[in-house]
Every structure is written in structure tokens, then in C-alpha cells.
């Protein structure tokens, strides 16, 4: 595995001994078990016995938090990921169960489970996924009903990654159906249900396209009886500890998309040097090497956003956008390298005497658990513009006296001290010079004018209602504005709205 210049001591030997280790002993249990669709306890054994679940649990518990952090997990997770299904067991104990108790656990929780996480005896299950809560989570329809020292559970979950193999299941259910709890997601409380609660079974196994072996599956819980020892916070801060758990989820379920890359990288590439067609070996095509470009930029990017996320996780940052794209763009590489692998391998790249097969059909899972790809760019484009705020500002720009076009001003300008609607609808009018087109919004207004919030509105009102501005309103109220026609009229002599370009010759002028 590429290291990264950033990695302490402790993270590269991980990523060494992980490489060789699966290499070794990983890769042909974990092929074997694929190919058996069997869940690979096996795999799961030999990881424990390398201490990797305890990646993100402090010393403390047993774990090697300290040392390895989120990054030593990524690397654990892109090396294990060339081994079959045995990688989920371990990512669904890290994300699902490890972090949340870390992270908002007491610390009886901690000594209770922390412990048997770090030693691989207990195995974790995220559950949140339900039949009519989807992409749109916030919907969860189980219910936690608090009865004395107990919570009562009824409802159904789906699509959980090893459910059926697993010890602890990381739950969220609803506790509150208030509205008011609802509107401020205080509506949800977070539990761990462990393995034999009264009333909680395995509903159904899931026959899925890719990932076999990795005992997907329904789950019901009837009348479930859960101590309210296992509530993990408070009751309605189920929303806030599953957010908080996300960007390192995202983290750690982007970089089991890395070794899958990896792995169809070398199998294209093996069978591109042996393969003789039309008297020349396929991978002299030009084609095929465009293709393994591609598959290898994608792959060299990919490493770069996740390891960097991983990092700034390590540093304690908050780093949802970071995760989103480091999940979404390497979900999305993966499948495309899988695809174009098979292509690479013609005939041979659909057969299962090869891994990749298999990792085309896995791929297509990558794009749709943790968080779709849309939802992901959804996620992206809105806390990434909050971002970004303050990069993405157009400057002030005001009309060039010798160009007669709009030229952004270096410092803000002075503010114009608004006496009445008039100076107003001149900056409005001015803005149609120098955005055409486009409407103010009441900030925009507020970089010329010194105003009252109360005046602006006023003003606009008042103009609107002469016709002389067009307003667009949200739940809120007015949130942009614009000048008319007949405004620009009153604002200014139609001289003043013309231009000519300076290569217009006279004889073509028509005006
Ligand atoms: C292999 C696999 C493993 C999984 N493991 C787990 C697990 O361990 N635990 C768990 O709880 N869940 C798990 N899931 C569930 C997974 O998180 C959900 O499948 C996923 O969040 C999408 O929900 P959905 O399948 O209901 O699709 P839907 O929400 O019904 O979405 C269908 C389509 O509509 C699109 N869409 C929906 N809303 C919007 C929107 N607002 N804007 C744009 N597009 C939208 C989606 O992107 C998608 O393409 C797993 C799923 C898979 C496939």
C-alpha cells in the first residue's frame, strides 16, 4: 500500500503488516467463503487476533485508538476489502457500534462493551435503515416506549449489513411523535440491542446482487424489551449521536471501496500483459491503457479525499463535507474500475474464477449504502456552499467610466445613507446594469445602502406596490428583489442604460 506523508510511525507499520496479512492469510478465506456466500467468522478470527477492531477504541478499553485513529481504520478497512465480505463485520463493529459508545456512551457503557469490541468478541450492527425510512431517515417509525427501567420496541428494520451474525445492533427508534420534538429532531433516541432481547429477531435474509456472504437482513422487534441502561445519551438525542457518527461511517465505508480499486487494477492489469490478440499483447491497445489510466487517477484520488477526511476526523474536526465526497467519489471510482476491469479481461472478467466479478457486483452496494450518491451531493451542496460562504462572494462591481462595462471594485465602497425608496430603486436600477437579470438579495441591497431591515422592506413594499420592483418571497418573506421596467424609467433618462461596444465603427451604428 502507498503511505502517506502525513502518517505517524504506528499508522505505516499498520499499513504494512495489513497488506501482508491479508495477502497472506486473508485474501484466500475470504475468496473461498464469497464463493460459498458463507459469513466469514473466519476472516473476522484472524482480524480480532490482530487487535484491528479496536482501532478507534481507546487504550483504556483495550483498544489502539491512540495510535491508529480513524486513518489506521481506513487502511485496516482498504486492505481487508480485497478479502471478500470479511471486512464488513469488522466496518459495521467499528462505525456502527465502537465509535457511537466512545463517543457518547457512559462509562458503564464502556467498561460493559468496549472491551468485547476491541477483543473481536463482539460483533456490531448499524440499524437504522426501515422499510418506509430510507434515504429520508428522519422518518424512523419504530417505536422506544419507556416503561419503567425498560424501553418496549416494536417495529421493523431492513437492508442491515451481518445482522445476522452480529452481538450488538447500534439502534435508532422513534421515542417522541410530538411535532414540536419532530421539528427540532429531538424525536429519536439511540440504542444498543444486544443479541437474545426478548421480542427481537431476525425477520427475513436478504438475497442481494453483490457482497455475498454478508447476511443482509430484515429485523422485527415485537414487543422488544430493552434495558434503559442500553439507551445511549439522552432520550431524543438519537439524531444527534447518528450524525455525529456519520463522517467517520462514511469514512470507513469509503475506503472499503479502495482495495476493491486495487484489486481490479491488478487482475485487469495481469491479464493485459498475458493476453495475445491480433499478434500483440491487449494491453499494448491504446484503449486499454486509457482505461487502466483511468482506473488508476481514480484510484490515486480516491486514497487522497478519504485519507485526508480520516485525518482531520483524527484531528477532532468536524468534516462532513470531506466524508460525503470521500464516499460518494469513491463509491462511484470503484464502480467504474470494476466495470471497466471487466472490460479490460473481456469473457474472463465475468466469470467467477476472478475476483472482479464479484467486485463489479459489490460496487453497485458501495453507491447506495451509507448514504446514496445523490443524497451525498445533496449533503454536499448545502453544507458545502456554507462552506465556502465567504470564497464564493462576487465582489462589489460597479460600471467602468472608459469601458462602459461592470468591473469588480477592489475594498467595499462607502455605503450610500438611504433617505427614502428613491435610493433604493436606484441601486436596484444600477444592478440591472451590472447583473442583468438578476435579482438583489436583501444583503446584496445592504453592501450600498445603509438601511434598517425594517426600511428595506418597507421601501420594497412600497415599490412594488407602484410597480416599480418585483419581489420573490420565501416561508420568510421577501428574499430577493428586482427593478421593473417602469422603475427603470423613473430611476434614470434611457440614455443612461445604453452601451456600445468600443469596435462599433459609426456606419454600423442603428441607434
Ligand atoms: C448493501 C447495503 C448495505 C446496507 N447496510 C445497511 C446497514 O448496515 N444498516 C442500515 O441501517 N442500512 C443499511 N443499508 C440501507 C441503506 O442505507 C439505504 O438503502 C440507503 O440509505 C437508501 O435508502 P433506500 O434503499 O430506501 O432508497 P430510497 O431512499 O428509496 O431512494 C431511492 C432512490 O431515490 C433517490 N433519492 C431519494 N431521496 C432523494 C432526494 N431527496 N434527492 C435525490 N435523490 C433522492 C436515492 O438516491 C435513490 O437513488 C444498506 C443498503 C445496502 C444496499
Redesign the pocket.
Known sequence: METFPWWSKAQIELAEDAKKFTDEVLVPIGERDALLRKFSREGLAKMAGKGWFGALIPKKYGGRAEEWGVTGAAIIMEETSRAGESAGGLG?TMF?SATQIVHNGNEEQKQKWLPGIARGELIG?????EPY?????AGIETTAVRQGDFYIINGK???????AAADLYMCYFLTSDKPEDRAKYNHLGAFVVEKGTPGFHIERMND?M??DG?Y?CYLSFDDAKVPTFNRLGQEGEGWKIMMSGLNVERILNASPTLGPQRECIRYAQQHLERRIQFGQPTGSIATNQFKLADMIWKLYLSRLIVYYGAYCADLGKDVPVEAAISKMFSSDSAMETALEAVQCMGGNGIMKIYPVERLFRDAK?AQ????????L??LIYRQGTRNLKNDLKVPQRVIDPELGLPLPVGKPLPKKTAKGEEDLLKVLAENYRTNPGLYMTLDDIKEWLDISDADLIKYLESLEKQGLAGCYRTRKGISLARVTYKGLQKANPPEYYKYRPSWLKDDQDFW
Not at 450492527?125 to 435503515?129: G, K, R
Not at 425510512?133 to 431517515?137: E, H, K, L, M, Y
Not at 428494520?157 to 445482522?163: D, E, G, L, V, Y
Not at 447506495?368 to 443524497?375: D, F
Request: proline share 0%.
Open positions: 459495521t456502527g450492527c448499524i440499524t437504522m435503515t425510512a430510507g434515504s429520508d431517515i428494520k431492513r437492508f442491515q449489513t451481518i445482522a442481494t453483490g457482497y454478508s443482509n452496494h447506495i449504502a451509507a448514504g446514496t450518491s445523490e443524497i451531493k445533496l
